[in-house]
């Protein structure tokens, strides 16, 4: 089956649309405050990106100390929660977290303005005026937040493979549009995509144990894994802290044919890991 990603402004009824699809398929729902609650398990990482990313602009340094393990840390929430496929996730970006694979469907969801309008004001009890400010403002930091995590703009149609504008399709048209992708058979998991999705798990798994132990949380290491073994690749650093790097990884990884690539690591870029192979460092015996 397959996994369904849906981006979404606020305030777009996205939640009517997800419990309409649960209803008729029986698709299991995640969303993007479950995965906030597992990564905020390691010292509230999420609420403090959130607080500084509005001094990002002037304070980017501190705010990339805490985007590198946000980022690890809701990716390995999301493929703890995908990797048996047959989920909507409904959120505004973090399907940006993951490449494009078969049975991932990118889904974004486009509503007429005074939809949510009428919205924004029913559940916040305001008038049409402050409704309007909310939704400029909260879409505004969702655009933002992109930029500054992903380097996207979420805007971009070529980051999706369907939008849906529900000024033309009711929700029910919507639903019903989805449940037709899910029987699809493009879109169904095959042997090869489940293998990606277990590849990048463990991969992400190695990154998550490196920036939540103190001794190398402050270093931006990237993981691979490969059919010979894992390729790392993070800055240039002392012998003794490669030595700490490795011993980790192959307690997650259950392997001695570790690589370690020492140099600046490149930027997050295409949402896959990188495939560099300069240097080896050696475990056997």
């Not at 479950?34 to 403090?48: F, P, Q, S, T």
């Amino acid at each position: 089956m397959p996994v369904i990603f849906i981006s979404r402004g606020t305030m777009s009824g996205v939640h009517l649309l997800v419990d309409c699809l649960h209803d008729k398929t029986g698709i299991r729902c995640i969303s993007h405050e479950d995965l906030v609650k597992d990564v905020n398990k390691h010292g509230e990482i999420a609420a403090r990106v959130l607080e500084k990313l509005a001094e990002a602009a002037s304070a980017y340094d501190q705010f990339s100390e805490l985007r590198w393990p946000y980022m690890v840390l809701m990716r390995k929430a999301l493929l703890e929660e995908i990797r048996n496929d047959n989920v909507v996730y409904h959120g505004y970006s973090s399907h940006l977290l993951l490449p494009s694979l078969r049975h991932l469907v990118r889904v974004r969801i486009e509503a007429p303005l005074e939809m949510r309008l009428t919205m924004t004001m029913q559940r916040l009890a305001c008038n049409e005026g402050k409704a309007r400010k909310y939704i400029i403002n909260v879409d505004n930091q969702r655009i933002k937040w992109a930029r500054f995590m992903y380097a996207q703009d979420i805007r971009d149609t070529m980051l999706y493979d369907l939008i849906v504008n529900l000024d033309r399709v009711t929700l029910k048209a919507a639903c019903g549009i989805l449940e037709c992708i899910m029987a699809e058979g493009d879109f169904q998991a095959s042997r090869e995509s489940r293998a990606e999705v277990e590849r990048l798990y463990l991969a992400t798994k190695i990154e998550e144990s490196l920036v939540t132990d103190p001794r190398t949380a402050t270093l931006e290491i990237r993981a691979d894994v490969q059919s010979d073994g894992i390729c790392l690749i993070g800055p240039y650093i002392e012998d003794s802290e490669l030595t700490t790097i490795m011993k980790i990884v192959q307690t997650v990884s259950g392997t001695l044919n570790i690589r370690y690539d020492p140099g600046y690591a490149s930027k997050f870029k295409d949402n896959r890991h990188f495939r560099v192979w300069n240097h080896e460092y050696g475990m056997d015996g």
